[in-house]
């Protein structure tokens, strides 16, 4: 599956994106999603995931409460919403397929990852 993320610009903080993330090909619904952040000087890490029938996700302390991962299968997209977003958030956010049936946190099982989208808040 091939992903292309798109969505992220500029905000302040405490305003809102919506990040999103379309794939190719008729296996989508297969899959369950991730959505990753890498901020300039630091490691990559988890935001969200989502299962592959959208019934079940998970987020990283530092996004719960404030981040929605969703998924629309007949779109073949998955989505990315950030609201109350902190100049800590800045990053440039990256969505990936899951080659395992759980939902995972963890980047050693992502099968295809998509471009970035950077998301920078200021203050």
């Known amino acids: 599956v091939q992903l292309q993320a798109s969505g992220g610009g500029s905000v302040q903080a405490g305003g809102s994106l919506r990040l999103s993330c379309a794939a190719s090909?008729?296996?989508?619904?297969?899959?369950?999603m991730d959505w990753f952040r890498q901020a300039p000087g630091k490691e990559r890490e988890f935001v969200a995931a989502?299962?592959?029938?959208?019934?079940?996700?998970y987020y990283a302390d530092s996004v719960k409460g404030r981040f929605t991962i969703s998924r629309d299968n007949a779109k073949n997209t998955v989505y990315l919403q950030m609201n109350s977003l902190r100049p800590e958030d800045t990053a440039v956010y990256y969505c990936?397929?899951?080659?395992?049936?759980?939902?995972?946190?963890?980047?050693?099982?992502?099968?295809?990852w998509g471009k970035g989208t950077q998301v920078t808040v200021s203050s």
């Open positions: 990936a397929a899951s080659g395992i049936p759980t939902v995972t946190w963890e980047m050693k099982y992502m099968i295809s």
């Open positions: 090909g008729r296996t989508f619904s297969s899959y369950s």
């Open positions: 989502i299962s592959f029938n959208g019934r079940n996700t």
